[in-house]
């Protein structure tokens, strides 16, 4: 069975651009959360997602967007990207909110 | 400040020996506790998990203790290979409601001695 997929694996943008990153949940899992980590620290809530709906907001600003489509892929989306942005970026699906998540390998984002 | 943390960030260990990694948490909400494993370049791999309501539980040569008294837990790992080097981060989740998402800790760096 395939595991959490996400794609890019590395992402290369310039200050200023926006950049969308994607994740494929476990099969049956409806749950997809975003995480991002900074290099040398652990990973930091951005979002979670249940039947298409947000459910939960970590403190990230509002340039940080997400949305969960009907088959339960998500879509991360960062605008006005800053060099603080570069992270790696991690998806992770669970099956419902608060239990069992899986993560993805994640993306690499550099922004320059 | 972090919720969730109290770590050696490097931890070295014979191959062979046993090791024990802690972990302190603060949010007495708090009931479901993760365990994960990450190498370089990968991203966390599910170790173990436990519930409030246990104190111990163990997996394949893993085994989390749980103290809510005084809000740690402990990842030991027994009979420690070359695959375990790798950070391992404690997380901690409101289970059912976890609408935060997982809290992590900055990790421990396990480095196997050959």
């Known amino acids: 069975d395939a595991g959490v997929t996400q794609s890019p694996t590395h992402l290369i943008k310039t200050r200023g651009q926006h950049v969308t990153l994607r994740c494929s949940p476990i099969?049956?899992?409806?749950?997809v959360s975003w995480y991002q980590q900074v290099l040398g620290q652990g990973p930091q809530f951005i979002f979670q997602y249940y039947e298409k709906e947000e459910r939960g907001r970590g403190n990230f600003p509002d340039r940080f967007s997400a949305r969960q489509f009907p088959n339960y892929s998500s879509e991360l989306n960062v605008n006005a990207l800053l060099l603080g942005d570069s992270a790696l970026y991690l998806c992770?699906?669970?099956?419902?909110?608060?239990?069992?998540?899986?993560f993805g390998s994640g993306t690499r984002l550099t922004v320059v | 400040g972090e919720s969730v943390g109290l770590h050696l960030p490097t931890l070295s260990v014979q191959e062979g020996d046993n090791s024990i990694i802690n972990c302190a948490y603060s949010?007495?909400?708090?009931?479901?506790f993760i365990w994960y494993k990450q190498e370089s370049g990968k991203g966390p791999q599910f170790i173990i998990d436990i519930r409030s309501n246990m104190d111990k539980r163990q997996g394949q040569r893993v085994t989390v203790l749980l103290n809510k008294t005084v809000k740690h837990l402990s990842l030991q790992i027994a009979a420690t290979q070359p695959g375990d080097s790798a950070v391992y981060f404690c997380a901690e989740n409101i289970s059912g409601g976890g609408a935060d998402g997982l809290t992590f800790g900055k990790g421990t760096h396990l480095i196997i001695q050959p």
């Open positions: 992770a699906s669970s099956l419902a909110v608060g239990v069992g998540y899986t």
């Open positions: 099969s049956g899992h409806k749950s």
């Open positions: 949010n007495s909400a708090s009931d479901y």
